[in-house]
């Protein structure tokens, strides 16, 4: 109900004003700025043709009315009329309230034979107007779909000026249907005039003019029309959108959803994939992998989408699961493609390193290789072995030298690959190439891992690291060999030095500069070395002087 003040205008012999036209009764809270007088009530009292009626917009609330023929004055005289004014200062009113409470009698025809001036008109109660709507004809619809679309073109507009017919061809009253359909919060911001094209004053963004010469300033697109239909069909099936829809959005959501389910996923705008997201039939959608990476996609740019997608996921969990398996494998085919540790895919479900570093070991475990040690899976390497989890080196991959490298710069993976080099019992064949790539980063690593391989694992990895390292480098593994706890084997110079491929000065030069170590390696007494040493000018270690360097002072070894 809404509660509005009354104000009754005719012609009598007695009214508020003198004999006359004027205000005959009014409410005690009837507004002054609207006008309580024959002189400032303006077009509101203006003299038509016929019966008009209608609601109209004003600063601080809403006015209704209805102006009729009233035969005679008090005098006698022909061509009076009366206006019934309704005030509502809530601003509640609609058009279709207007319209049932004029069907209803609610408006007055005339002022009684015992009326008497009075500035004390009761307020009158004007029901929120129920639907009404008759059931409607293939006929009816497609008669009406233009009016419909009409409307919806100017709402949608935000403003324009709308005329309709009064009737169909087939007689059916087209503002009732009209207002009957639209859901009434679309329609609040609608002015509703019947019989008249009068609206000076009318500060509604909307107006709709009914039966008269009122040109249309909107035309509507294929869009309005797909709605006004849907509307139609959906009320000829005694469906009706809810009443407390107030945007275009959710109508659509309301009328298109089912049709949008069908839909290519990817075809699908925002707003439409707020509505399938939001609708009952979000967790059958979401069944299709392409609708979920289509829904995921948008989301990561449009806020509403996302907390419609989790709220949706959360309401069916398989879905979810479904898709957490999906991102789980995408970050796992990156893992083992060689993407690097920022291109790996975390999903919309977040995947945790936790569950990514369970998820890889489990792949291991299965059997499966890397291809590449890039840099997510060297991360998830190091961060399973600190879980800890179970990560078998040897058998990881055949990019040995991604593995050296990782091995070499994060300690938690040199220690377990020195725990699983000590555990070995057959040597796979990969093991010299691995040792090879472990000495190319860092000599040191003989010393660590040398005396737990067999000798020709050993010698084999000498000198292929030797032929790839720069000369400093092979001076550095020589020297490491021949001081290690397996030097007296002559493998700083048979393996390294001479099977290095670097120039003979070069050969010289770092012999020159080691000659008692590397000597000792190779097997010489002591006291021989030293004579040996002093006789070619050799250090013990140290520099030699640069004039005394000598090339050939050690006979280089046949390949």
Same mark, same amino acid.
């Given at each position: 109900m809404t509660t509005c003040a009354q104000l009754v205008y005719t012609s009598a012999s007695r009214t508020l004003e003198?004999?006359?036209?004027?205000? !005959?009764?009014?409410?005690?809270?009837?507004? =002054?700025?609207?006008?309580?007088?024959? +002189?400032t009530l303006g077009p509101l009292i203006s003299l038509g043709t016929g019966e008009s009626f209608g609601l109209r917009h004003a600063a601080g609330g809403r006015i209704a009315y209805r102006a009729v023929p009233a035969g005679t004055d008090a005098f006698g005289r022909p061509g009076n009329h009366l206006v019934h004014l309704l005030w509502d200062g809530g601003g509640r009113l609609t058009p279709r309230d207007v319209l049932a409470f004029r069907s209803g009698g609610g408006f007055l025809d005339g002022l009684p034979a015992e009326a008497e001036p009075s500035r004390e008109m009761p307020v009158v109660e004007v029901p929120a107007a129920r639907r009404s709507l008759s059931a409607l004809t293939a006929d009816d619809v497609d008669a009406l779909v233009p009016c419909v679309a009409l409307v919806l073109a100017a709402v949608a507009a935000g403003a324009g000026v709308v005329g309709l017919p009064a009737r169909t061809a087939a007689g059916r009253d087209v503002a009732?249907? /009209?207002?009957?359909?639209?859901?009434?919060?679309l329609a609040s911001a609608v002015a509703l005039h019947v019989g008249t094209?009068? +609206?000076?004053?009318?500060?509604? $963004? /909307?107006?709709?003019?009914v039966g008269s010469d009122a040109p249309n300033d909107v035309v509507p697109d294929g869009q309005d029309t797909a709605r006004a239909r849907a509307l139609l069909e959906a009320a000829a099936k005694k469906e009706l959108c809810s009443d407390n829809v107030r945007k275009l959005e959710t109508l659509d959501r309301w009328l298109f959803t089912d049709t949008w389910t069908g839909l290519d996923p990817a075809s699908l705008t925002p707003t439409q994939l707020l509505g399938v997201l939001e609708s009952e039939k979000a967790g059958w959608w979401l069944s299709s992998p392409d609708a979920v990476d289509v829904a995921c996609? /948008?989301?990561?740019?449009? $806020?509403?989408?996302?907390? =419609?997608?989790?709220t949706a996921l959360e309401r069916h969990p398989d879905a979810w699961d479904r898709l957490r398996?999906?991102?789980?494998d995408a970050a796992l085919t990156a893992?083992?493609?060689?993407?690097?540790?920022?291109d790996v895919p975390s999903g919309f479900t977040g995947l945790t390193r936790t569950e990514l570093c369970e998820a890889f070991t489990a792949e291991l475990a299965r059997g499966r290789r890397l291809p590449e !040690?890039?840099?997510? +899976?060297? +991360?998830l390497v190091e961060e399973s072995m600190a879980l800890p989890h179970p990560v078998a080196l040897l058998e990881l991959t055949d990019d040995l030298a991604g593995l050296a490298r990782l091995a070499t710069s994060r300690p938690v993976v040199r220690e377990a690959l020195v725990r699983e080099w000590a555990g070995v019992d057959e040597w796979p064949a990969s093991s010299s190439s691995l040792l090879g790539h472990l000495l190319l980063e860092d000599p040191e690593w003989f010393l660590t891992l040398g005396g737990s391989a067999p000798s020709s694992v050993v010698r084999a990895a000498l000198p292929w690291a030797a032929e790839r390292l720069a000369t400093s480098m092979v001076e550095?593994?020589?020297?490491? /060999?021949? =001081?290690?706890?397996?030097?007296?084997?002559g493998w700083a110079l048979r393996d390294v030095l001479f099977r290095s491929g670097l120039p003979e000065e070069e050969v010289a030069a770092i012999v020159a500069r080691n000659f008692l170590l590397l000597a000792g390696d190779d097997g010489w007494p002591g006291e021989v070395a030293r004579l040996a040493a002093g006789a070619l000018g050799a250090g013990s270690g140290g520099e030699a002087a640069e004039g005394r360097r000598k090339t050939g002072i050690w006979p280089r070894r046949r390949r």
């Amino acid at each position: 109900m809404t509660t509005c003040a009354q104000l009754v205008y005719t012609s009598a012999s007695r009214t508020l004003e003198g004999p006359g036209f004027g205000v !005959v009764q009014l409410s005690p809270d009837w507004p =002054a700025e609207v006008g309580d007088s024959r +002189a400032t009530l303006g077009p509101l009292i203006s003299l038509g043709t016929g019966e008009s009626f209608g609601l109209r917009h004003a600063a601080g609330g809403r006015i209704a009315y209805r102006a009729v023929p009233a035969g005679t004055d008090a005098f006698g005289r022909p061509g009076n009329h009366l206006v019934h004014l309704l005030w509502d200062g809530g601003g509640r009113l609609t058009p279709r309230d207007v319209l049932a409470f004029r069907s209803g009698g609610g408006f007055l025809d005339g002022l009684p034979a015992e009326a008497e001036p009075s500035r004390e008109m009761p307020v009158v109660e004007v029901p929120a107007a129920r639907r009404s709507l008759s059931a409607l004809t293939a006929d009816d619809v497609d008669a009406l779909v233009p009016c419909v679309a009409l409307v919806l073109a100017a709402v949608a507009a935000g403003a324009g000026v709308v005329g309709l017919p009064a009737r169909t061809a087939a007689g059916r009253d087209v503002a009732e249907a /009209v207002f009957d359909v639209l859901p009434r919060a679309l329609a609040s911001a609608v002015a509703l005039h019947v019989g008249t094209a009068s +609206a000076t004053g009318d500060a509604a $963004p /909307v107006r709709v003019h009914v039966g008269s010469d009122a040109p249309n300033d909107v035309v509507p697109d294929g869009q309005d029309t797909a709605r006004a239909r849907a509307l139609l069909e959906a009320a000829a099936k005694k469906e009706l959108c809810s009443d407390n829809v107030r945007k275009l959005e959710t109508l659509d959501r309301w009328l298109f959803t089912d049709t949008w389910t069908g839909l290519d996923p990817a075809s699908l705008t925002p707003t439409q994939l707020l509505g399938v997201l939001e609708s009952e039939k979000a967790g059958w959608w979401l069944s299709s992998p392409d609708a979920v990476d289509v829904a995921c996609a /948008v989301a990561a740019s449009a $806020p509403q989408v996302e907390a =419609a997608l989790r709220t949706a996921l959360e309401r069916h969990p398989d879905a979810w699961d479904r898709l957490r398996d999906r991102e789980l494998d995408a970050a796992l085919t990156a893992v083992f493609s060689g993407a690097g540790k920022a291109d790996v895919p975390s999903g919309f479900t977040g995947l945790t390193r936790t569950e990514l570093c369970e998820a890889f070991t489990a792949e291991l475990a299965r059997g499966r290789r890397l291809p590449e !040690v890039g840099g997510a +899976a060297a +991360a998830l390497v190091e961060e399973s072995m600190a879980l800890p989890h179970p990560v078998a080196l040897l058998e990881l991959t055949d990019d040995l030298a991604g593995l050296a490298r990782l091995a070499t710069s994060r300690p938690v993976v040199r220690e377990a690959l020195v725990r699983e080099w000590a555990g070995v019992d057959e040597w796979p064949a990969s093991s010299s190439s691995l040792l090879g790539h472990l000495l190319l980063e860092d000599p040191e690593w003989f010393l660590t891992l040398g005396g737990s391989a067999p000798s020709s694992v050993v010698r084999a990895a000498l000198p292929w690291a030797a032929e790839r390292l720069a000369t400093s480098m092979v001076e550095r593994l020589a020297v490491t /060999v021949a =001081a290690s706890e397996l030097a007296g084997q002559g493998w700083a110079l048979r393996d390294v030095l001479f099977r290095s491929g670097l120039p003979e000065e070069e050969v010289a030069a770092i012999v020159a500069r080691n000659f008692l170590l590397l000597a000792g390696d190779d097997g010489w007494p002591g006291e021989v070395a030293r004579l040996a040493a002093g006789a070619l000018g050799a250090g013990s270690g140290g520099e030699a002087a640069e004039g005394r360097r000598k090339t050939g002072i050690w006979p280089r070894r046949r390949r």
